[in-house]
């Protein structure tokens, strides 16, 4: 059998689904590639685990999630999580509770601290949030990202990488377009991507479970972390499988 692709939607420090669900496609971590849509950490308790298990994986792609930036800043810079009280929390509990238990958190008001710093991270966890993509474009001109991108400009000339991970106008701009009676003109974008993966915003807040394909979008966030589920698709034949 030769190596399938998968691409796969926020984790949101869910190891055990993000272990059962490479399980369920029977994924081989020698030969398979997956391409990860982004935020690994935040919300869940296993974000730690999350990585440990993605790093066994020899042919990944990992694309950075807003969630993987501010985790990321706060680790080499030393300052506060900006998303801390939207599950960076749990995250540094993961980390302090794998890598040095005896570490603590101290909580004032809206504000923290922590004697958990830069040196107590893995290294091998540090280089794997910094080596993460922005995005990511495969030989068949299918395009990956967490968030989406200005569909008005060319991707490689977008001089704000925020855009990238923040973004969530493409997503409704191609809901609105995939709702239109007529729609016979094609989705307008600079890049002429054949089909385009994200994550980022979760199908459940428009009450469907599953991913959602909307123009030439595939939208797999389908709420992990947020008591939904984790989704794995295979790239080529779309078939997926969630938990």
């Known amino acids: 059998m030769g190596t399938r692709r998968f691409v796969m ?12 669900a490479l399980k369920a496609v029977n994924f081989d971590y020698e030969n398979d590639e997956l391409i990860q849509l982004g935020d690994i950490v935040d919300r869940g308790l296993q ?3 999350c990585v440990e298990e993605l ?3 020899k042919k990944l792609i990992s694309i950075k999630g807003n969630h993987d930036v501010c985790f990321y800043d706060s ?6 999580n900006i998303l801390f009280n939207q599950g960076g929390k749990q995250t540094l509990q993961s980390y302090i509770r794998n ?6 958190i101290s909580i004032k008001l809206s504000e923290y601290s922590t004697d958990f710093d830069y040196d107590n991270y893995p290294i091998t966890h540090i280089n794997f949030f910094a ?3 922005n995005y990511y474009l495969d030989q068949e001109n299918n395009f990956f990202v967490h968030g989406g991108f200005d569909r ?9 990488v925020e855009v990238f991970y923040w973004d969530r106008d493409l997503f409704l701009a191609a809901k609105s377009y995939a709702s239109m009676k007529n729609n016979n003109y094609p989705f307008k974008m600079k890049n002429n991507f054949k089909e385009v993966f994200i994550g980022h ?7 469907e479970t599953k991913p959602i394909n909307a123009a030439n979008i595939w939208n797999l966030d389908t709420g992990c972390g947020k008591g939904g589920l984790l989704t794995i698709m295979n790239v080529k034949t779309k078939e997926y499988v969630q938990v």
């Not at 890598?99 to 603590?104: A, H, I, S, T």
């Not at 008005?152 to 704000?160: A, C, F, G, I, P």
């Open 9 to 20: 939607g926020d984790i949101h420090g869910e190891a055990d689904k993000l272990k059962a």
């Open 47 to 49: 974000s730690y685990e």
């Open 55 to 57: 790093l066994k994986i």
């Open 75 to 80: 680790i080499r810079t030393g300052r506060a």
């Open 99 to 104: 890598c040095d238990p005896d570490k603590e």
């Open 131 to 133: 080596n993460q993509k």
């Open 152 to 160: 008005h400009k060319l991707v490689e000339e977008e001089s704000d």
């Open 201 to 207: 915003t979760p199908t459940t807040y428009f009450e």
